[in-house]
């Protein structure tokens, strides 16, 4: 019997911050057990329209990080549309996850704990853009922005995590920042 997941891990790289208006262009996600060790990894590429980019990819932060915008658009013409992408999410999910890993909502359905950094705003998308993988989704989540709050507003202690605005980079930053945050409570 293979190792099953018990966290989901994802990561989302979109035209901006604002739901419904930008879209999602880049996905990872990664399946780790409690211990935090990879089990699985997953990434895509949603291919959106190229106006909706030169649009929306603009201004201070896409100015202060123009290596990850140009690679985000050079990929663009490689991507799939947003719904193949959610059905390999939901794929990756059946072959990773089993029953007993995935917390019990209310109502005894079994549903995925969804883990990131400032996980929130990643669920908002996926909410909106991919409402299949949303509805297996629990509505708890472990959001690594808690402990950083947490960490550096009252302990002075900082991660030093590189800011590289790319899906699979982004999510594997933030497990080994759990697992340094997790290193003060031996």
Same mark, same amino acid.
């Given at each position: 019997m293979s190792k099953k997941a018990t966290l989901l891990w994802?990561?989302?790289?979109m035209t901006g911050l604002i739901?419904?208006?930008?879209k999602i262009l880049e996905v990872a996600a990664i399946a780790t057990d409690w211990k935090l060790d990879q089990i699985a990894e997953y990434t895509g590429i949603v291919k959106v329209p190229e106006n909706l980019m030169s649009e929306r990819m603009v201004g201070p932060f896409w100015e202060k990080n123009s290596d990850s915008r140009d690679a985000l658009i050079?990929?663009?013409?490689s991507g799939k549309p947003v719904k193949e992408i959610e059905k390999e999410l939901l794929?990756?999910?059946?072959?990773?996850?089993?029953?007993?890993s995935i917390a019990d909502d209310e109502k005894g359905k079994g549903k995925i704990i969804l883990a990131g950094?400032?996980?929130?705003?990643? *669920?908002?998308?996926?909410?909106i853009e991919m409402p299949e993988l949303a509805e297996r989704l629990h509505y708890r989540m472990l959001d690594v922005s808690a402990w950083k709050v947490y960490f550096e507003g009252a302990l002075g202690k900082k991660f030093l995590k590189?800011?590289?605005h *790319?899906?699979?980079?982004?999510?594997?930053?933030?497990i080994e920042e759990l697992k340094w945050y997790l290193t003060f409570m031996k």
């Open positions: 994802i990561d989302l790289e739901p419904g208006k930008d050079a990929q663009n013409t794929e990756f999910i059946t072959a990773n996850f089993a029953k007993q950094n400032s996980i929130h705003q990643d *669920r908002k998308f996926i909410d590189p800011e590289v *790319r899906a699979l980079d982004d999510i594997e930053g933030s």
